[in-house]
Nanobody, 119 residues
């Protein structure tokens, strides 16, 4: 019912900035909370930031103050602005969305976009 497509990943040096985008399509009116997750090689996927409406709801401690999540509902877009990138930020970043009225958990996922940060 909803498709999410991430873009904007790339290979950058420590201290650089990068902005990820997530385009939602389909029944976007069914989306409640949206979020960014990331998964490093050999690691489990973890929540990085989430947002409901235009309110910033949560940031993982390691990105607090460096990353900013934002949402443009009129354009069905989700963004993650990443500043002062560190090698530990290297991961595949995924866009996710929660369905209105659905059970707890994340109902929609994008395919992921790779972010690589080198020293």
């Amino acid at each position: 019912q909803v498709q999410l497509v991430e873009s904007g990943g790339g290979q950058v040096r420590t201290g650089a900035s990068l902005t990820l985008s997530c385009a939602a399509s389909g029944r976007t009116d069914s989306i409640n909370v949206m979020a960014w997750f990331r998964q490093a090689p050999g690691k489990e996927r973890v929540l990085v930031a989430s947002i409901r409406g235009t309110t910033i709801g949560y940031y993982i401690d390691s990105v607090e103050g460096r990353f900013t999540i934002s949402r443009d509902n009129a354009k069905d877009m989700l963004y993650l602005q990443m500043n002062s990138l560190k090698p530990e930020d290297t991961a595949v970043y995924y866009c996710a969305a929660d369905k209105i009225g659905g059970p707890s958990g994340w109902d929609y996922w994008g395919q992921g976009t790779q972010v690589t940060v080198s020293s």
